[in-house]
């Protein structure tokens, strides 16, 4: 997590680029974007060019500003996987002579100006007719419904999105898969590997997709899910496959989060040496609902859902829209035989697996955190193994543990996923204001720091749930709750720094 370092104004990465050494200082401001369009530079290339950073070991680095530091006996080497070429003088003016003539085309034929006029007006008439027609609810809520739609069609113009949280959630293509078995490529994982997959350290940001896949994969069989089960190994590829397929790429709810929270419940398990308390029926329960707990995740949350007025939030009665939504998904997944690892177990068995996977995935939404907690403290002063109330309860919190740990890992893994979540915040803050709906604090980038983000989270839910956890399992205190509590003093410190930085900046 990080011993709370200090937080200098820059920052020196050391590079080796066409077998010269070079460095790039850059300030703690600096996007991913900025430094890549620094290494395109450094490298001679367009900054529309792919490139990628290895270190001396050959493995792959993220290219942030929290990446690693180093220093100029161990440069990051620049690689080049898809250059494109910087334009010659004559094609950038050719270039600039089309992008004009198209600007002007397309000013005079959309006719910007007139098209806000006549937006402005129409919305300035409907807020009219809402204000002088309020007696008449059926059309107060169809004004209501124009003046949505016609801010939604100015955001889309705006951002070129898709707006996946109006789908429909029954769409039949979300649960196809796009590429058949066995596609990816058998990895034999060394000793070394599957002894740190077992580990709450394992840096998740070093994996490939289809390497992901391989890891989930080990895990069904070295937990002797497989044969519990009686799960077909082809059926597995392929219900990973379509898993993976069913994840969308948002900055933090995508698979490689899926990923995250799969593998801390594998660590949990062995660290905590579960299967002596819990049923090899219980372990693949918790495993396949770490996969399926995000599934189809839109990158907005319940609270966006709820004030959007979305698909989702009508379909489920504004109850954990979201949550529910991961449960369809992932059983629509299942009811297709040939995804279907469950297919081979009886029916009394695969309704209990069914409730126990929707339970704990439905016991994944924050709104829940404190009556899922208050119930499990109270079975903490006379717990009971064979009691199936305080069993479900702790499956409920050991997900919901491994859901948000991201700051049991050392800091260099778990930073960068607070930058992810920040985006995604930022994304759905900016639509919430310009659809005129609440924002969040913690959500709002005019607010919200890194530090400020993390610090009441980790003293006031982590650090709390986690030691409850310990109790029963005082193994966790050792391994992750003193992690959390370093994580803790680490963005204190931060946050301290950053202070003193905006006072200085006053006094200069």
């Known amino acids: 997590m990080g011993n709370g370092g200090s937080v200098e104004s820059s920052k020196i990465i050391h590079i080796k680029v066409n077998d010269k050494h070079e460095k790039i200082v850059f300030g703690r401001n600096c996007s991913s974007r900025d430094l890549r369009e620094l290494l395109a530079h450094a490298a001679g290339v367009s900054r529309l060019s792919e490139i990628v950073l290895k270190d001396q070991s050959g493995a792959l680095v993220t290219v942030a500003p929290s990446m690693p530091n180093n220093d100029a006996q161990t440069p990051y080497n620049v690689i080049v996987e898809r250059e494109v070429p910087l334009p010659t003088g004559n094609e950038e003016g050719a270039f600039k002579n089309v ?79 796009k590429r058949d078995i066995p596609k990816y490529p058998k990895y034999t994982l060394s000793e070394e590997t599957v002894a740190y997959l077992k580990q709450p350290t394992f840096d998740i940001w070093h994996w490939e997709p289809n390497e992901m896949l391989s890891l989930l994969e080990h895990m069904y069989h070295e937990l002797d899910i497989v044969h519990e089960f009686n799960i077909n190994p082809v059926n597995l590829k392929r219900w990973l496959l379509c898993i993976q397929e069913n994840y969308r790429n948002n900055p933090f709810h995508n698979f490689r989060h899926c990923f995250c929270v799969t593998q801390m419940m594998y660590g949990m398990i062995h660290i905590c040496e579960l299967w002596e308390t819990l049923t090899k029926e219980d372990l693949g329960i918790l495993i396949t609902a770490c996969i399926c707990h995000d599934l189809d995740h839109p990158g907005y949350n319940n609270t966006y859902q ?47 697996i069914r409730a126990n996977i929707t339970m704990l995935i439905l016991g994944t939404d924050m709104a829940r955190h404190g009556e899922v907690m208050d119930k499990f403290k109270r079975t903490l002063t006379d717990f009971d193994y064979n009691n199936k109330e305080h069993l479900d309860l702790l499956k ?31 994304n759905q803050s900016d639509r919430e204001k310009l659809e005129g709906l609440p924002v969040a604090p913690f959500m709002d980038r005019e607010k919200v720091t890194k530090p400020t983000a993390q610090i009441g989270f980790i003293k006031f839910v982590l650090i709390p749930m986690f030691e409850t956890v310990a109790k029963l399992f005082p193994i966790v205190d050792t391994i992750m ?7 803790r003093d680490h963005y204190e410190e931060m946050k301290l720094m950053d202070e003193a930085l905006k006072e200085k900046a006053k006094v200069t």
């Open 99 to 177: 992008l004009n003539h198209v600007a002007e085309q397309f000013s005079e034929a959309l006719k910007v100006d007139e098209f806000r006029t006549e937006v402005n007006k129409r919305l300035n008439t409907l807020e009219s007719r809402i204000e002088k027609d309020n007696q008449r609810g059926v059309e107060i809520e169809k004004c209501r419904k124009d003046i949505s739609d016609i801010r939604n069609q100015i955001f889309e113009a705006q951002t070129k999105i898709v707006d996946y949280n109006h789908m429909s959630s029954t769409d039949e293509h979300k649960i196809v898969m």
């Open 481 to 487: 709750v003193e992690k959390l509590r370093m994580a």
């Open 306 to 352: 709820i004030n959007a007025r979305t698909d989702l939030a009508i379909l489920y009665n504004d109850i954990s829209p979201l949550e529910n939504h991961h449960c369809a998904v992932a059983f629509q997944i299942l009811n297709n035989p040939e995804c279907n690892i469950f297919g081979n177990v009886d029916k009394d068995t695969f309704k209990r």
């Open 396 to 426: 409920m919190v050991l997900v919901k543990c491994c859901d948000i740990s991201n700051e049991v890992r050392p800091a260099e893994v778990s930073e960068p996923w607070v930058d992810c979540l920040l985006e995604e915040y930022f």
